[in-house]
């Protein structure tokens, strides 16, 4: 019941950060880290060691992973914010859910960018294809219990 808590306000701020950075390119903090802490606080409320102990670690990895990205200059400061949360949300279940979610956003992205390429184009907004990654994730992963 608190996981559905969770993913109710992050599906909802993920759609309109989603419209956004289609559109401005753009992921405004705005939506995305006031989640951190009601994500967080369910997850405590909880009462799961590991839940939160796997969540927590997965998040950092993602923010760790995705600020690669973002020092090489692939993707922006909010998508790295972005995936964070959503891994943390993500994890809570299942580490599989989080890592079919990676693989999603790969396979997304990757071919948002050969269209962009094909297009003649160089850049592109990386959050839509984290958020779809993410609905993948939920939809076709293996949510656990």
């Given at each position: 019941?608190?996981?559905?808590?969770?993913?109710?306000?992050?599906?909802?701020?993920?759609?309109?950060?989603?419209?956004?950075?289609?559109?401005?390119?753009?992921?405004?903090?705005?939506?995305?880290?006031?989640?951190?802490?009601?994500?967080?606080?369910l997850l405590i409320a909880?009462?799961?060691?590991?839940?939160?102990?796997?969540?927590?670690?997965?998040?950092?990895?993602?923010?760790?992973?995705?600020?690669?990205?973002?020092?090489?200059?692939?993707?922006?400061?909010?998508?790295?914010?972005?995936?964070?949360?959503?891994?943390?949300?993500?994890?809570?279940?299942?580490?599989?859910?989080?890592?079919?979610?990676?693989?999603?956003?790969?396979?997304?992205?990757?071919?948002?960018?050969?269209?962009v390429l094909a297009l003649?184009?160089?850049?592109?907004?990386?959050?839509?294809?984290?958020?779809?990654?993410?609905?993948?994730?939920?939809?076709?992963?293996?949510?656990?219990?």
């Amino acid at each position: 019941m608190l996981h559905a808590a969770a993913l109710a306000p992050v599906a909802a701020s993920g759609i309109a950060a989603g419209w956004i950075d289609a559109y401005e390119r753009r992921l405004p903090d705005a939506l995305i880290l006031p989640l951190y802490p009601v994500v967080g606080a369910l997850l405590i409320a909880a009462g799961d060691t590991d839940r939160m102990l796997r969540a927590a670690l997965l998040a950092a990895a993602a923010i760790g992973l995705f600020g690669l990205g973002c020092a090489a200059g692939q993707m922006g400061f909010g998508d790295v914010k972005l995936a964070g949360l959503l891994a943390l949300v993500l994890a809570w279940s299942d580490w599989r859910t989080a890592a079919v979610a990676l693989a999603a956003t790969a396979a997304v992205g990757g071919g948002q960018a050969a269209a962009v390429l094909a297009l003649g184009r160089r850049d592109f907004p990386y959050g839509p294809a984290i958020l779809a990654g993410a609905a993948a994730a939920l939809a076709f992963g293996p949510l656990g219990t």
